[in-house]
């Protein structure tokens, strides 16, 4: 009887013991699969103010009165930025982005997708991927553009306010690309995409074509679409373990009609909390192309940025001063009476909290 009885301890002991390993395999299983799964993104605010010209707001055309030619960050007084989250799997060969946008900033990223904008469209990046091979990955859907130094998302760039090159290349592409690891030192992606901009569907029947080659961190990117064409490089070097010096230069070209530029960005970390970081920046148009807002042919703009980041946990404090300086009277650059001048200088402080 004892027997019987010490066996059946050791039955229910090895039973409860294989039901709690297996418990803990099966959540240790379900936690790394959920692990797959993220929600980042962030959150920014920021204060701007004109130092030599006009902060007034214009209540007809809803636009500033006096702010740089530039996407972003160019609402007087207290402004709002906007709030990004952003939703991903990442399998082992296949996964997932859902990037929505709200706020300012977010309506202007996707200001060229007008059907759905109007009745709340919030996408940013909306894609799927499938690693074909270890070195090959293709994209389907909507995704940020791969040309230029800097992105959407204020966590992406040093400086607050963006350059003209930026706000003037494209923004995001809807369609397929291939991404190419060459070696461990060269990649290769090649693209098929609706026209520049139109993320929601394809209005015309025509389409993109974009390539780029990348050589350690360095990229030289092309796009075509319709009659246009641009080319863009972008890169940057680890000076030191505190200064990073990074480049972008572009030429966009429609029938005689574009804009080209170079901008360099030297970074340099005063601690691990604290960097400095200053955009200069050449922008020129080929005929009257309306990026900096003078109505005159072939005008061009020299803009210094210089922005402090300082970490402060998980939340960035930027301060920033601007200097915009063109080569003829802009609109952009508007005086108290609301007439053109050459230049404006600005300051900014921007608040950005990521997670």
Same mark, same amino acid.
């Given at each position: 009887?004892?027997?019987?009885?010490?066996?059946?301890?050791?039955?229910?002991?090895?039973?409860?013991?294989?039901?709690?390993?297996?418990?803990?395999?099966?959540?240790?299983?379900?936690?790394?699969?959920?692990?797959?799964?993220?929600?980042?993104?962030?959150?920014?605010?920021?204060?701007?103010?004109?130092?030599?010209?006009?902060?007034?707001?214009?209540?007809?055309?809803?636009?500033?009165?006096?702010?740089?030619?530039?996407?972003?960050?160019?609402? $007087?007084?207290?402004?709002?930025?906007?709030?990004?989250?952003?939703?991903?799997?990442?399998?082992?060969?296949?996964?997932?982005?859902?990037?929505?946008?709200?706020?300012?900033?977010?309506?202007?990223?996707?200001?060229?997708?007008?059907?759905?904008?109007?009745?709340?469209?919030?996408?940013?990046?909306?894609?799927?991927?499938?690693?074909?091979?270890?070195?090959?990955?293709?994209?389907?859907?909507?995704?940020?553009?791969?040309?230029?130094?800097?992105?959407?998302?204020?966590?992406?760039?040093?400086?607050?306010?963006?350059?003209?090159?930026?706000?003037?290349?494209?923004?995001?592409?809807?369609?397929?690309?291939?991404?190419?690891?060459?070696?461990?030192?060269?990649?290769?992606?090649?693209?098929?995409?609706?026209?520049?901009?139109?993320?929601?569907?394809?209005?015309?029947?025509?389409?993109?074509?974009?390539?780029?080659?990348?050589?350690?961190?360095?990229?030289?990117?092309?796009?075509?679409?319709?009659?246009?064409?641009?080319?863009?490089?972008?890169?940057?070097?680890?000076?030191?373990?505190?200064?990073?010096?990074?480049?972008?230069?572009?030429?966009?070209?429609?029938?005689?009609?574009?804009?080209?530029?170079?901008?360099?960005?030297?970074?340099?970390?005063?601690?691990?909390?604290?960097?400095?970081?200053?955009?200069?920046?050449?922008?020129?148009?080929?005929?009257?192309?309306?990026?900096?807002?003078?109505?005159?042919?072939?005008?061009?703009?020299?803009?210094?940025?210089?922005?402090?980041?300082?970490?402060?946990?998980?939340?960035?404090?930027?301060?920033?001063?601007?200097?915009?300086?063109?080569?003829?009277?802009?609109?952009?650059?508007?005086?108290?009476?609301?007439? $053109?001048?050459?230049?404006?200088?600005?300051?900014?402080?921007?608040?950005?909290?990521?997670?």
């Amino acid at each position: 009887m004892k027997k019987i009885i010490h066996t059946n301890y050791v039955k229910y002991f090895l039973v409860s013991v294989l039901t709690l390993l297996s418990a803990h395999i099966f959540s240790q299983d379900k936690e790394q699969k959920d692990t797959k799964f993220s929600l980042t993104g962030s959150v920014d605010a920021y204060y701007r103010v004109n130092l030599n010209r006009d902060n007034g707001f214009d209540d007809s055309s809803k636009l500033p009165n006096a702010a740089p030619g530039s996407s972003f960050a160019n609402l $007087p007084g207290f402004a709002l930025g906007m709030a990004n989250a952003i939703i991903s799997y990442e399998g082992e060969k296949v996964g997932f982005v859902s990037d929505l946008v709200f706020g300012p900033r977010g309506t202007d990223a996707i200001f060229a997708s007008p059907i759905y904008s109007a009745t709340g469209n919030i996408v940013n990046q909306l894609y799927v991927y499938w690693k074909v091979h270890e070195s090959v990955k293709l994209t389907f859907g909507n995704f940020n553009t791969f040309f230029g130094y800097e992105v959407i998302s204020p966590m992406g760039n040093f400086n607050y306010s963006t350059s003209y090159l930026f706000s003037y290349g494209p923004f995001s592409h809807t369609g397929l690309k291939v991404d190419i690891a060459l070696s461990d030192t060269f990649s290769l992606m090649l693209a098929a995409m609706n026209p520049t901009d139109q993320t929601e569907l394809n209005s015309t029947g025509k389409y993109a074509f974009g390539a780029q080659l990348g050589y350690n961190g360095q990229y030289l990117n092309v796009l075509t679409d319709d009659g246009a064409y641009e080319i863009d490089f972008t890169g940057g070097l680890d000076v030191s373990d505190q200064f990073y010096l990074g480049i972008n230069a572009a030429l966009y070209d429609h029938d005689g009609l574009g804009f080209a530029g170079v901008a360099l960005y030297p970074q340099y970390a005063t601690s691990d909390n604290f960097s400095l970081g200053l955009r200069g920046e050449y922008f020129t148009e080929m005929g009257d192309y309306g990026a900096i807002g003078t109505g005159e042919a072939d005008s061009d703009v020299f803009a210094i940025t210089l922005t402090g980041s300082a970490k402060i946990g998980d939340l960035t404090i930027k301060p920033e001063i601007r200097l915009d300086s063109s080569s003829d009277e802009s609109f952009n650059f508007l005086d108290k009476n609301l007439q $053109p001048q050459k230049s404006m200088s600005s300051l900014v402080i921007a608040a950005i909290y990521a997670f």
